[in-house]
Nanobody, 116 residues
């Protein structure tokens, strides 16, 4: 059974930082591409950042230079370091995994609210 469990969400002031974690089980983590998506109220889910099994990363333009995605294959865990947070970063953040055979898996999501 595949499980992706996000943690680290919460309320933060503008300019603050948070680190999200996604603990994976039931998948061959090291061979899967992993990513973070977010969905704000009334908007479609969008890619935030992703990292391939080889460690290649790419980011949405809106988060470049502020967010960093990383993975620890020994711990089957994906991370998202978020700095200089803005109110427009407020959303539910989802962990995503894609296997080499095209299997797609999602976490349950964690809420990030950026507000003073």
């Amino acid at each position: 059974q595949v499980q992706l469990v996000e943690s680290g969400g919460g309320l933060v002031q503008p300019g603050g930082s948070l680190r999200l974690s996604c603990a994976a089980s039931g998948i061959f983590f090291s061979t899967n591409a992993m990513g973070w998506y977010r969905q704000a109220p009334g908007k479609e889910r969008e890619l935030v950042a992703r990292i391939t099994s080889a460690g290649i990363t790419n980011y949405a333009e809106s988060v470049k230079g502020r967010f960093t995605v990383s993975r620890d294959n020994a711990k089957n865990t994906l991370y998202l370091q978020m700095n200089s947070l803005k109110p427009e970063d407020t959303a539910v953040y989802y962990c995503n995994s894609i296997s080499p055979r095209g299997g797609v898996y999602w976490g349950q999501g964690t809420q990030i609210t950026v507000s003073s």
